[in-house]
T-cell receptor, first 115, second 112 residues
């Protein structure tokens, strides 16, 4: 049973459109993450947040942006989608302070296809 | 630099047979280790974790993993698999702070 929710689950959309992928969690976690997942590859961190008004880019360069106005909400936006953005996007959260090694809780993902 | 290597991309196995999914890591700091499982069309779920103490850790559904510092390994094992264990399994090393390094995953196929 997921305490972290992603919408939409699937999205097929044309090139050039603006897209927002939603992620919400009900656990009160300060730390939240966005990963990109492609078949046979490790998860790549594209954005993370330590808390409200804190966002940072991850290891994988991404043309997306994120915001963190509320603890529970961490949306990801693509201003102009391209076919290279086709992938699965996973949102996650974790508890603990900045030096914590707590496991992450994942949503079920958004599978994005750009035509 | 820290890294995680999962040595097998796919492991086919018959139902009720034993299975081992291999994971090796490199780390220059204190080690914490996780295994996550991803069922089709779902996100990752924590299967088990090693933080400290006993080197053998177990999950509620019969999986176990052993932390071996000298071999830098954290292999996942189950003595008898079920069809429902078919999934992708990820080994992961949290590095402290915000970052967790994930392996590329091992796809376990359990055949009847």
């Amino acid at each position: 049973e997921a305490d972290i929710y992603q919408t939409p689950r699937y999205l097929v959309i044309g090139t050039g459109k603006k897209i927002t992928l939603e992620c919400s969690q009900t656990m009160g976690h300060d730390k939240m993450y966005w990963y990109q997942q492609d078949p046979g590859m490790e998860l790549h961190l594209i954005h993370y947040s330590y808390g409200v008004n804190s966002t940072e880019k991850g290891d994988l360069s991404s043309e997306s942006t994120v915001s963190r106005i509320r603890t529970e909400h961490f949306p990801l936006t693509l201003e102009s989608a391209r076919p290279s953005h086709t992938s699965q996007y996973l949102c996650a959260s974790s508890e603990g302070d900045n030096l914590s090694n707590q496991p992450q809780h994942f949503g079920d993902g958004t599978r994005l296809s750009i035509l | 630099a820290q890294s995680v290597t999962q040595l097998d991309s796919q492991v086919p196995v018959f139902e009720e047979a034993p299975v081992e999914l291999r994971c090796n890591y490199s780390s220059s700091v204190s080690v914490y280790l996780f295994w996550y499982v991803q069922y089709p069309n779902q996100g990752l779920q924590l299967l088990l974790k090693y933080l400290s103490g006993s080197t053998l850790v177990e999950s509620i559904n019969g999986f176990e993993a052993e932390f071996n510092k000298s071999q830098t390994s954290f292999h996942l094992r189950k003595p008898s698999v079920h069809i429902s264990d078919t999934a992708e399994y990820f080994c992961a090393v949290p590095t402290g702070g915000f970052k967790t390094i994930f392996g590329a995953g091992t796809r376990l196929f359990v055949k009847a």
